[in-house]
């Protein structure tokens, strides 16, 4: 059973960066086939996809956070992180890694494992 | 304004069938394929329905999905007091080039 887990800090100032790192057990990033993701939900809100990454390295961003984000993969230690820069309070939201399907494109399948979620809270 | 919509609630008594539709455009639904998940209070996501009417293992077969154009519906059969909870399509944007997701259906078993 794959299980995903989120760790960071839960608070970050405004115009800092949000750092944060999922480690996956049960399945190795390696093994591909899949792509490990980001998605956050502001409070009370829904859910907005950021990116994902290929366990090669390729990634995919939201083309609204993309100038802000950067995901990447660390496969000795089966983890992948999401840095977000230049926080501000809209950036407020539980933050959740998931693995996505790859059906053959660069088109994210279903999530089909998620984390737990992390509440990050950008405040002074 | 989510790209995807969907009502913002939808109700049911135990027993009943209640379905939550999820209407998009030919660039998500029209040309993707759509997925559903669950949220129960305080907990992450779940995946519901893949692939337009693909239950995960595990999911029981009240749940069930369809696709007509550009749009997509959940459905639930034999409602249980369990199944109240957010509800989530989503599907791939092609003009947008992100994963959209629907704004979600609270759904209330009376």
């Known amino acids: 059973q794959v299980q995903l887990q989120e760790s960071g800090p839960g608070l970050v100032k405004p115009s800092q960066t949000l750092s944060l790192t999922c480690t996956v057990s049960?399945?190795?990033?390696?093994?591909?086939?899949?792509?490990w993701s980001w998605i956050r939900q502001h409070p009370g809100k829904g859910l907005e996809w950021i990116g994902y990454?290929?366990?090669?390295?390729?990634?995919y961003y939201n083309p609204s956070l993309k100038s802000r984000v950067t995901i990447s993969v660390d496969t000795s230690k089966n983890q992948f992180s999401l840095k977000l820069s230049s926080v501000t309070a809209a950036d407020t939201a539980v933050y959740y890694c998931?693995?996505?399907?790859?059906?053959?494109?660069?088109?994210?399948?279903?999530?089909?494992?998620w984390g737990q979620g992390t509440l990050v809270t950008v405040s002074s | 304004q989510s790209v995807l919509t969907q009502p913002p609630s939808a109700s049911g008594t135990p027993g009943q069938r209640v379905t939550i539709s999820c209407s998009g455009s030919?660039?998500?639904?029209?040309?993707?394929?759509v997925n559903w998940y669950q949220q129960l209070p305080g907990t992450a996501p779940k995946l519901l329905i893949y692939?337009?009417?693909q239950r995960p293992s595990g999911v029981p077969d009240r749940f069930s999905g369809s696709k007509s154009g550009t749009s997509a519906s959940l459905a639930i059969s034999g409602l249980q007091s369990e199944d109240e909870a957010d509800y989530y399509c989503?599907?791939?944007?092609?003009?947008?080039?992100?994963?959209?997701f629907g704004g979600g259906t609270k759904l209330t078993v009376l």
């Open positions: 998931a693995r996505a399907s790859n059906w053959g494109s660069y088109r994210p399948g279903e999530f089909d494992y």
């Open positions: 049960g399945g190795s990033i390696s093994s591909g086939g899949y792509y």
């Open positions: 990454i290929y366990y090669s390295g390729s990634t």
């Open positions: 030919s660039s998500n639904i029209g040309s993707n394929t």
């Open positions: 692939s337009n009417n």
């Open positions: 989503a599907a791939w944007d092609d003009s947008l080039n992100v994963e959209v």
